[in-house]
């Protein structure tokens, strides 16, 4: 097996300038006070009047944080040169839009469509690859080129890692299987890796486990896998033949849980068509692809719903994948508000948030309700800004009189 990270990443960041666009010296107190990796209590912030419910875990990976390290490196050590990227470095706005500002070029958007063609790039253009990382075709157009991709590389090290065990188990017979939206960079990416080297397909949920189940216990015909898959697997895919030996990966932003299921009902399909004894000949085991990152912002989030609260709301890019997730999970328990910024809080009786499932957005009235005091969960995707937090939560105070400052608050709270 390859080594789990080819790149080492540094253990401590230097955004110099442009650090205070990211950091928080008041969410940086709050991440520094969990007791160790594996704490997921939630934290009070009681201010009087509104009190702040706040995951242990939020916000940046470090696999966000070297990218945009990365990316404002390569800015500032090529002057004078076109720095570009292959599609948004992550799915944030006020991170992309600053690069933009700052004379970063994108090749193409998220969803796809061309802006730079690449008849156009050329040996001397400095391209940065994103922490999605970029398909096997992206990079081969690349270096047909000439162009130096490794330096610029900000590829994150977990999906590097879905990419190595792919191929890993390929290599041993297994066929793959990607949980993810299709249709996201990150997947596309591993797809077009995995598809190198086993035969490749990827399914966004239960539901779609479920109807290949059925198929690979001949429930359903073959004929149905065209229906639902041919699409969103290798060409040349067999059913009769590829479904005997799977392992599955996942887009690392996906529900950890949810990809957990995935792989325990894969295994308990193959086990009801092979037998107990031979299931290790045919379901491979990848729980060491799970992104740490993902699943502990994920955990985070369930302890913080356990107790009851007024209102959450949720930071972060309105097509990050992660941030939706967690935005799915408060839903179920309370009113929830999926915002890019503080600017999205119109006043203390409006709020302008974005429906993921629908992708509208619509403003709701009266999101703080009068009581005191008022319990509102804050939380964060991987690729939102600390700083935003803080804005959001100080916008948030700013509708209140009478209430502690920030210092008060965190010396009640945080042993400084």
Not at 8 to 25: F, I, T
Not at 90 to 112: C, M, P, W
Not at 160 to 169: A, K, P, Q, T, Y
Not at 172 to 185: P, R, T
Request: glycine share 6%.
């Amino acid at each position: 097996m390859k080594e789990f990270i080819s790149r080492p990443l540094k253990k401590s960041y230097n955004l110099g300038q442009y650090a205070p666009l990211y950091r928080s010296a008041i969410i940086g107190l709050i991440k520094n006070a969990r007791q160790a990796d594996r704490d997921y209590t939630p934290l009070m912030l009681d201010f009087g009047p509104v009190r702040f419910r706040i995951a242990r875990h939020f916000g940046f990976c470090k696999g966000v944080e070297n990218a945009i390290e990365m990316a404002y490196e390569a800015l500032a050590q090529n002057e004078g040169k076109r720095v570009l990227m292959i599609s948004e470095l992550i799915h944030n706005d006020f991170v992309n839009e600053d690069l933009f500002r700052r004379g970063l070029r994108f090749i193409k958007t998220a969803s796809g469509k061309q802006l730079i063609p690449w008849e156009d790039v050329g040996t001397e253009d400095i391209v940065v690859v994103p922490a999605f990382g970029a398909t096997v075709h992206d990079k081969q157009l690349l270096k047909e080129k000439g162009v130096d991709i490794k330096k610029w590389d900000a590829m994150c090290r977990f999906v590097e890692h879905v990419w190595f065990r792919s191929e890993e188990l390929g290599k041993k017979g297994y066929s793959i299987i990607v949980h993810g939206k299709f249709n996201h960079e990150e997947t596309q990416a591993t797809f077009s890796y995995s598809a190198q080297y086993a035969p490749t397909l990827v399914i966004r949920d239960k539901k779609e486990a479920e109807i290949l189940g059925e198929i690979i216990l001949n429930k359903r015909p073959y004929s149905d896998f065209e229906i639902y898959f041919r699409e969103k697997c290798t060409p040349g895919f067999n059913p009769e033949q590829d479904l005997e030996k799977i392992a599955v990966v996942n887009q690392t932003t996906m529900l950890a849980g949810e990809t957990l299921e995935i792989a325990q009902f894969i295994k308990s399909i193959l086990t009801e068509k092979y037998g107990n004894e031979a299931i290790e000949s045919h379901f491979g085991n990848t729980r060491d692809t799970l992104c740490y990152a993902t699943k502990n912002n994920q955990t985070s989030t369930q302890f913080l719903l356990e107790a009851p609260a007024d209102l959450a709301i949720v930071i972060g890019g309105r097509n990050s994948s992660n941030t939706s997730h967690l935005v799915e999970m408060c839903e179920e328990k309370l009113p929830t508000y999926f915002i890019r910024s503080e600017e999205d809080i119109l006043s203390s009786h409006e709020i302008l948030h974005f429906h993921y499932n629908t992708k509208t957005e619509s403003t709701t009235s009266d999101f703080i309700p009068e009581k005191n005091p008022v319990d509102v969960i804050l939380t964060s995707g991987a690729s939102c800004p600390d700083t935003l937090l803080e804005k959001v939560m100080t916008r948030i105070l700013s509708f209140y009189t009478n209430t502690k400052s920030i210092e008060t608050v965190l010396k009640e709270t945080i042993d400084l």
